[in-house]
């Protein structure tokens, strides 16, 4: 694999978060309009972080013999950051929180609509 640096480099001067950046150094204490500079570079640690984690996730499923990455080689990756581990665990147990919530919602709401269908037809469940 190549280094992740170098792959970015074809992408010089693009910018892949300057909207998020610039609200995200504003809720930090940052001018409302930052200066175009700051955001450039702030994306471009942003972005090699988010590459460098990747490729990182990749190599670790490459020694687990998997060439499909999964959650667990992130959190691999992170094992030695307790705080960034920390949130992606937070993370995830919302999603996961979430994903159950919306099951039982939709579950209910299946019971709500046979309910009511049952009493439009003259019967009653």
Do not use: W
Request: proline share 3%; net charge neutral; glycine share 4%.
């Amino acid at each position: 694999m190549t280094e992740p640096r170098a792959r970015v480099a074809h992408r010089l001067g693009q910018q892949n978060f300057p909207k998020e950046l610039r609200m995200l150094m504003f809720a930090f204490g940052d001018d409302r309009e930052p200066l175009d500079e700051s955001v450039k570079v702030l994306d471009e640690i942003v972005t090699d972080f988010i590459i460098e984690t990747c490729h990182e996730a990749a190599l670790s499923a490459s020694y687990s013999r998997r060439q499909k990455i999964k959650v667990d080689d992130f959190r691999f990756v992170l094992r030695k950051d307790p705080r960034k581990l920390g949130r992606v665990q937070e993370l995830l147990a919302m999603d996961k929180q979430l994903k159950k919530d919306r099951k039982l919602f939709d579950e209910n709401d299946e019971k709500l609509e046979r309910g009511l269908l049952g009493d439009v037809n003259g019967t009653k469940s």
